[in-house]
């Protein structure tokens, strides 16, 4: 906190507070993008902010991404009524990076439970029907996501999340034209936090998340500032942790 203070992030979290509307925002000293110990801090900080809003028989619902796993990672306390599940169906990118793996990662830390969705990226409207329909366990995953208390995610540029999911360059170009800068839960965004694309799938939405507790995200490095500022002007968010690096670089756009 010391370090915190002296750096100016004290009144810099106050700042981003305000500006991006959100209820508590922590800022991290250093660069995640350039200094993986500053990731493993914000999955640390992440994950003690999870702690304190955990209660008993609560579900938490994660997401996926490099940072995400390093907040499962950082899990040191147990909590063996909470129920871990991922926030969307969504296979395809690398095994440690899947929100399911994030989930059985993080249930495995708290001593508790998981379900996991195992759904492919980039399935039809109609065949996620069809799933739904034919499979109970599907349903009842997706209710309990549904009903989740605490849902914490990561956050992506627009175009390199596009391009990482396999979106076709059409699609990856037409985001772009389109002004998406920001991708959380498959949905991207315009730094306005305008919903310009989504990828068709299982459970929770931003624009969707009336049931759900607390929303914590959590991103770090200068790239992504733009992509903080549009999934943060969703208004769908409690908590942001961050670090310096991509707070002054959002410091110079607000
Ligand atoms: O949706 C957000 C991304 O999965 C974030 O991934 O933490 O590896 O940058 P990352």
């Known amino acids: 906190d010391y370090i915190r203070l002296l750096r100016g992030l004290v009144g810099l979290e106050e700042e981003m507070t305000q500006a991006l509307h959100l209820k508590r925002v922590i800022i991290l000293p250093g660069d995640s993008e350039a200094d993986s110990a500053v990731q493993r801090e914000l999955g640390r900080v992440t994950a003690g902010v999870v702690g304190q809003c955990l209660g008993d028989n609560m579900t938490i619902a994660v997401s996926g991404g490099s940072t995400m796993a390093s907040v499962a990672e950082a899990v040191n306390f147990s909590a063996p009524s909470t129920t871990v599940v991922p926030a969307r169906g ?112 299982i459970g929770l939405h931003l624009d969707d998340l009336a049931g759900i507790r607390t929303v914590i995200a959590v991103a770090g490095g200068g790239k992504k500032a733009q ?10 968010h409690d908590v942001l942790i961050t670090d310096e690096a991509a707070a002054r670089a959002i410091q110079q756009i607000i």
Not at 126 to 136: G, N, P, Q, S, Y
Not at 227 to 236: D, K, N, R, Y
Request: hydrophobic residues 45%.
């Open 90 to 201: 969504g296979l395809g990118e690398k095994v440690e990076y899947q929100a399911n793996t994030i989930a059985a990662v993080m249930a495995g830390k708290l001593g508790g439970r998981y379900r996991l969705l195992h759904i492919p990226d980039g399935v039809s409207e109609e065949a996620l029907e069809v799933i739904l329909a034919d499979d109970a366990n599907v349903r009842v995953v997706a209710e309990i996501i549904r009903q989740a208390d605490i849902l914490v995610h990561g956050i992506g540029q627009a175009a390199e999340m596009a391009k990482q999911r396999g979106l076709s360059a059409n699609i990856v170009d037409e985001l772009v034209r389109r002004g998406a800068v920001g991708e959380a839960l498959g949905q991207y965004y315009t730094i306005e936090g305008n919903i310009v694309y989504v990828t068709s799938s």
């Open 227 to 236: 992509a903080i500022m549009a999934v943060a002007s969703t208004g769908s």
